[in-house]
């Protein structure tokens, strides 16, 4: 899409003006730079793409209400975006980053300045690469203050600390992503699972690199957890310790104290760690909650030191916390249904007057085998993923640039706002014909203001399983959770619209339901997806147009000046 310089140089004014008033101090730009760098883990070496070199990446720290800048070069041998995960980006979906929805990617040897918006996010969110399966390595935490001489809403923790849960791959990442891609199986699964980059004490070549986090006895410390792992829900916990949740996806929450958390992909949590037992090491591990029934998936720990200050002999053994079954979907359900957000740090009221409802299934799907080919899904199928029946078919030209500038045939609008076929999506025999999906790319048009329901239905088409949804440019409250088939006249009686959680990543439990609300007032374009990375891959996804409001801060900005060209 080319444009005449009279008009490249008219939006260039308006994007400079666009910055102004926006932030009463100006911020040094962060520098990213993405580049190849060697990295040793279980015994062998690879080349991989990081941030400034840097597994996981540079730790971003802003206050609330804040705008800031991260220049990005693209210096390694592929195609790269930058998602900014839970920042809200007010006004400007130009620089979201999800490839092919709101920008082309950034080339190899060319850079693009992207601006990140803060405006109600608190606690921890995250940044990642947002094209094919470049983020397992292209990956960082966000730490997000309170706008600035405000408390926490908790006693001050004497430090923070990240904790970063990740996948690792003795093989290219690239290459797992594009077997899978050509063989039309799953992919294939990691070999070990990692925090702050280390697997941990049980890994091979790994004990004298695991992640060690020192505390003193009687005080309290800020565990920043970003789960990055790529398909993998986790389970953790630190031995004889207790874990309080005080925030969830850049929202504070009321104190849940639990002795395990369950954490999906796209989500992050602010945690408390009391250091209220004896001097010695204790572990803080993870492994992984699998609800789909014959689905591959690494079944390792692994493990962090939590380490006492002082003078004693350490024991000689350190056993493993309490960690539920890999599949104990009640330990996980009675985790995620038990948060409690804070109503009186919400930016809005919890919404009740619905003007856009929808009820969407989320699927696990098959293709047939193109002809001349063996395919590795089910029964020589290739692996689908859809919702409401659609497989998202992503095209080469950004849907963002073809909304602003109306060019026409990169999307259509009419996204299914209930679920074409009615069945009992839960069942445990489905009829195959149920399997195969349409390709296409729908979007979801709303008008600005439009106060919106969003009911995930999970089905057992081919399998059930837990589903992370994600929303960009947007936190949702979460009303209700269910197992088993939406009930339109009897479920919304039990929502909770006192004190919802305020998230943007959510799990719709493994043949169940999630309620969702939030207000339309954020225009352009946002990608939803299921943060479950093989999903997206395979179609589970969609786009919300949120057209403008009649004000002037209602409305879409131009955009920047080197926005990436295709």
Known sequence: MKMSLGKKLFLQLLWCFSFIGLSSQTRTPYTFVVREAQYTRLCSTKNMLTVNGNFPGPTIRVHRGETIFVNVYNKGNHNITLHWHGVKQQRNPWTDGPVYITQCPIQPGRKFRQKLVFTFEEGTVWWHAHSDWARATVHGAIFVYPTKNSPYPFPQPHAEVPIIFGEWWKTDVNEVFTQSIATGGAPNISDALTIN????????????????????????????????????????????????????????????????????????????????????????????YSSGVGVAFVNTTTTARVEYSGNYTPSSSLPLPYLPNFNDTTAAFDFITSLRGLPERYPRQVPTNITTQTVTTVSVNTFPCPGGRTCQGPNGTIFAASMNNISFDTPNINILEAYYYH????????????????????????????????????VNLLNYGAT?????????????????????????????????????????????????????????????????????SNPGVWFMHCHLERHQAWGMETVFIVNNGKASDETLPPPPPDMPPC
């Open 197 to 288: 980059g280390q697997p941990g004490d049980l890994f091979p070549c790994s004990m004298t690199e695991t992640f060690k986090l020192s505390v003193e006895q009687g005080r309290t410390y800020h565990l920043r957890v970003v789960n990055a792992a790529m398909n993998l829900i986790l389970f953790f916990s630190v031995s004889q310790h207790n874990l309080t949740v005080v925030g969830a996806d850049g929202s504070f929450t009321k104190p849940l104290t639990r002795d395990y958390i369950c954490i999906s992909p796209g989500q992050t949590m602010d945690v408390l760690l009391q250091a209220n037992q004896e001097p010695n090491h204790y572990y803080l591990a993870a492994r992984a």
């Open 407 to 442: 060019v026409n045939g990169v999307y259509k609008t009419g996204f299914p706002r209930f679920p074409p076929f009615i069945f009992n999506f839960t069942a445990d025999f489905l009829p195959l014909t149920l399997n195969i999906p349409k390709r296409a790319t729908r």
């Open 452 to 520: 919106v329901e969003i009911v995930f239905q999970g089905t057992n088409v081919v399998s059930g399983i837990d589903h992370p949804m994600h929303l960009h440019g947007f936190s949702f409250h979460v009303v209700g959770y269910g197992l088993g088939n939406f009930n339109q006249s009897k479920d919304p009686l039990t929502f909770n619209l006192i004190d919802p959680p305020y998230l943007n990543t959510v799990i719709v439990p493994v043949n169940g339901w999630t309620a969702v609300r939030f207000v339309a």
